[in-house]
């Protein structure tokens, strides 16, 4: 790892290690380490490679919760997911807004696409599409710009689910459209 390592601020020895841990896993995916270290440095965010250490699912934060918008706060955003029992790491793009689950390496490969109508798609390295992901640096927990709800955890090499994170998902689309069904008004003939 270079010198361009991002600060792991004034946390103790075994938080420290486990975030350093998640550094060094993370940068695995970096075209070029020294510069994924620079520009967590300068920007918070590096540009990594999806589909060598994990896949993402990108979901929009409206597919979570039909009033979920740019200004909701992580807060809520970490409390639905605890409602829908979604365990892993996970970081948001408040501006687009999306949320990332990242899940095992390969799983864009099975993903289904049924899902892909409300903007849910699984990125990774199948080819002939390789995907490269903005990620935001560990510490990063709020906004502005983009941070972990979740960040990952190395040590447990834990990821998201990928089979439950679909079944949610299907779940709160399925409840969407029937909500909206309920409140379109209705045409008499």
Same mark, same amino acid.
């Given at each position: 790892?270079? #010198? ?6 004034? @946390?103790?020895?075994? #938080? $420290?290690?486990?975030r350093l841990a998640a550094y060094h896993w993370l940068l695995e995916s970096a075209p070029h380490r020294d510069t994924a ?9 590096? @540009? ?9 699912? $990108?979901?929009?934060? %409206?597919?979570?919760? =039909?009033?979920?918008? $740019? #200004? ?10 605890? %409602?829908?029992?979604v365990i892993g790491p996970v970081f948001c793009d408040p501006y687009r807004p999306f949320a990332y689950f990242m899940v095992? =390496?390969?799983? #864009?490969?099975?993903? =289904? ?23 935001? *640096? ?5 906004? /502005? ?16 689910? /990928? %089979? ?21 008004? *209705?045409?008499?003939?």
């Open positions: 790892m270079s #010198d361009a390592t991002p600060p792991v601020h004034a @946390l103790s020895g075994r #938080d $420290r290690a486990r270290g620079m520009e967590w440095t300068r920007y918070g965010v590096a @540009l990594l490679t999806a589909g060598i250490r994990w896949d993402v699912v $990108r979901v929009p934060y %409206e597919v979570l919760h =039909p009033s979920f918008a $740019r #200004d909701t706060a992580p807060r809520d955003l970490t409390q639905r997911l605890g %409602e829908l029992g095992p =390496p390969r799983t #864009d490969q099975q993903w =289904p696409r049924d899902l892909a109508a409300a903007g849910v798609e699984c990125l990774g390295g199948t080819r002939p599409y390789v995907y490269h992901v903005g990620v935001p *640096q560990v510490e990063r927990a709020a906004p /502005p710009g983009l941070f972990w709800l979740a960040p990952p955890d190395e040590a447990k090499r834990q990821y998201v689910n /990928p %089979e439950h994170l679909h079944q949610v998902l299907h779940a709160c689309v399925h409840q969407s459209t029937e909500q909206e069904q309920a409140d379109a008004p *209705q045409v008499i003939a």
